[in-house]
């Protein structure tokens, strides 16, 4: 191959992972929010690509070692996203994320009618593991009220689901699950951020609506701000 034609060839090879890198951003940007996986492919070996010359010292080797690199993480990825959506379609129903307050100050799941409540048919209701750790929390709080009550809870809502969290059937046209993601878990300091995120996971992966259902208003008001349809907690269903 002649010099000319050697540097045709990488920057043809160049440009064309260039192209690649944005189009793939493009196409992960519609399945996720996390900046870390948008940000994966712009690597210290992605920007030395971009500076590459017809006379850089081997560059072909550099873009290939790249894209060996790049093909295992997003097989990697696709692994997980398949994994997260599975997890998503797991159980029929509409999506109903309930928080910690309608939990902790609302009758047990199993006595409240969830279709009435929701408006749907069939509900799936979702406990996002954020939840359960935060009732775990208050069962040493400085309330002795809050800790009955989340003592008392905890073991109920773990007869209520299948192994691992799965959904089992709670009362007629109702499911009960708590939602662990595969993989990797993002965990923000703020609780309700958290269980937000989950009900956006949730609408993303599945590609159906999801509800979030409190008697919290800030949660509500959040909920709200973000696009995510509230359901209020009848008072009727109140434990006090």
């Known amino acids: 191959m002649t010099p000319a034609a050697q540097a045709d060839y990488m920057t043809r090879r160049r440009d064309n992972y260039l192209a690649w890198v944005e189009a793939t951003e493009g196409q992960l940007s519609n399945s996720t929010d996390d900046t870390d996986i948008l940000a994966m492919l712009e690597t210290t070996a992605y920007w030395e690509i971009r500076q ?11 873009i290939d070692s790249e ?31 309930v928080d910690t307050n309608a939990l902790l100050h609302y009758q047990l799941p199993d006595s409240i009618d969830w279709p009435a409540v929701v408006g749907e048919a069939t509900v799936r209701l979702v ?10 929390a208050k069962k040493y709080t400085e309330s002795e009220k809050v800790r009955r009550k989340a003592r008392e809870l905890l073991p109920k809502l773990r007869s ?48 159906k609506a999801v509800t979030i259902a409190t ?23 109140r434990r006090d």
């Open 160 to 207: 209520f689901v299948g192994d691992s969290g799965s959904p089992e059937a709670v009362r007629d046209s109702t499911t009960i699950e708590v939602y662990i993601e595969p993989g990797p878990r993002s965990r923000p300091s703020d609780a309700d951020t958290e269980i937000l995120e989950t009900a956006h996971e949730l609408h993303r992966l599945s590609g």
């Open 127 to 136: 406990l996002p593991l954020r939840v359960i750790e935060e009732l775990d």
């Open 67 to 97: 894209i060996r690199w790049q093909t295992g993480n997003l097989e990697r990825l696709r692994d997980d996203l398949s994994r997260r959506r599975d997890r998503a379609l797991a159980a029929p129903g509409h999506i109903t994320v």
């Open 215 to 237: 008697a919290d208003t800030g949660m509500a008001l959040r909920g709200e701000s973000e696009g995510l349809p509230i359901v209020p907690m009848p008072d009727e269903y």
């Open 52 to 62: 590459l010359i017809p006379t850089s010292p081997r560059p072909i080797p550099l």
